[in-house]
């Protein structure tokens, strides 16, 4: 799936219902980097997982993890997110 945030196309996996669990790669990663993981945590929750910017299927600039974090946050609704995902990735973000 794709979601403009900002100035950059982000892609993103959304799989699974419940709870979201959000997995953020490091540096030079990819959101496939969460196969295993995704897999498995999608019996149970809903597991999304991003490009960051200029990663992956990402275009734009790399951000920092802060600045993405706000960024992916105030996108929310263009990902049919809940409540509950905002709350997470902004506690990631402080």
Known sequence: ????????????????????????????????NWAYQRRYF?????????????????SGHALSFQSFAGRFCRGKSTMRTNGSLS???YAASE
Do not use: K, W
């Not at 959304?14 to 990663?29: I, Q, R, S």
């Not at 999608?42 to 990402?58: E, F, K, M, N």
């Open 87 to 89: 709350r997470t990735a």
């Open 42 to 58: 999608q019996r149970d929750y809903r597991v999304i997982c991003p490009d960051l910017p200029g990663h992956g299927a990402s």
């Open 1 to 32: 799936m794709l979601a403009t945030i900002g100035n950059a196309d982000i892609y993103f996996s959304d799989e699974g219902e419940g709870n979201p669990v959000v997995f953020v790669h490091g540096l030079g990663g990819r959101s496939t």
